[in-house]
């Protein structure tokens, strides 16, 4: 059972990640990887249930990423799924409590916020501009930061929010939008 570092879990996604739908079944049965995995990689968290909420796929189709819900609010088991190789790549337990400032009886939007829009990098999804923020939510983009660093080489080390605050920044934001897109 391999628990990923979070250099190898992060390997893992290529944007934009696209949510599985609901009752999709999954590309092979992982429930037996699932019932292996040490318990101390729980983190104390119990995921006993196995009941699943979201399920992502990466851009390329190479990898599923399944998310056992813990009773920990904001708390998930993700197990990594090769489907290419038709294996478990492995795990990581992902708190966005902990990742991303979430308190465990906050609101859910903000949880699902996180979900969808992954690492941010240097920027706090909040303090994007709402049109930003619909754009990134519209595309279900899970690392948003570094998919617009790929095609704005102006980013140079700026976040998101610094060089949308300035005209022409937020130009080459929506330019960057737009080839995605269309027109907007």
């Known amino acids: 059972m391999k628990r990923l570092t979070e250099s190898e879990y992060h ?40 009941s699943i909420t979201y399920i992502w796929r990466d851009s390329t189709s190479c ?44 609101d ?16 706090e999804f909040s303090k994007l501009p709402h049109w930003i923020q619909r754009k990134i939510q519209e595309l279900k983009m899970l690392n948003p930061e570094q998919w617009i660093q790929r095609r704005i080489a102006a980013l140079d080390n700026r976040s998101v929010a610094e060089l949308a605050i300035t005209p022409e920044g937020e130009q080459m934001v929506r330019e960057c939008f737009s080839r995605v897109l269309g027109r907007f």
């Not at 609901?22 to 006993?48: K, L, M, V």
């Not at 819900?69 to 478990?88: G, P, Q, Y």
């Not at 859910?108 to 920027?123: D, F, M, N, R, Y």
Request: aromatic fraction near 10%; charged fraction near 20%.
């Open 11 to 50: 390997a893992t996604f290529s944007i934009p990640m696209l949510r599985v739908s609901d009752g999709a079944d999954p590309p092979f049965d992982f429930w037996g990887y699932f019932d292996q995995i040490p318990a101390d990689d729980f983190e104390n968290h119990d995921c006993s249930d196995g």
């Open 63 to 106: 990898f599923e990423h399944i998310l056992v819900n813990s009773k920990t609010e904001n708390v998930f088991m993700v197990l990594i799924l090769d489907i290419r190789a038709a294996n478990v790549l492995g795990h990581r337990l992902l708190s966005l409590n902990r990742e991303y400032g979430i308190d465990g009886r906050s």
């Open 108 to 123: 859910s939007a903000k949880a699902q916020t996180a979900i969808v829009c992954g690492q941010l990098g240097k920027t």
